[in-house]
């Protein structure tokens, strides 16, 4: 299901833009994945510091997105 920007902004907890500086495995789970670190330059909604890591399946295949470190993302 395709969601408008306008729908993902209302429907997000959080929304901002952010250079991926890290990229390790993570450890939090037995599930795996990666914990991808990210310097925060701009934030439209959420309490959003400095810095911020998210977390994700290590493939497409299990709902993970690739991100690549030195490029900006918007994330929401």
Do not use: D
Not at 4 to 21: C, D, I, Q
Not at 24 to 43: C, D, M, Q, W, Y
Not at 56 to 66: D, I, Q, V, W
């Amino acid at each position: 299901m395709k969601i408008t920007p306008a729908e993902g902004l209302s429907s997000a907890y959080a929304v901002f833009m952010g250079e991926v500086t890290n990229i390790e495995p993570n450890t939090a789970t037995k599930f795996g994945g990666v914990e991808i670190t990210l310097r925060v330059s701009k934030v439209w909604k959420g309490e959003v510091g400095e810095q911020v890591k998210v977390r994700t399946a290590g493939t497409s295949a299990a709902c993970g997105y690739s991100f690549a470190k030195g490029e900006r993302y918007l994330v929401y």
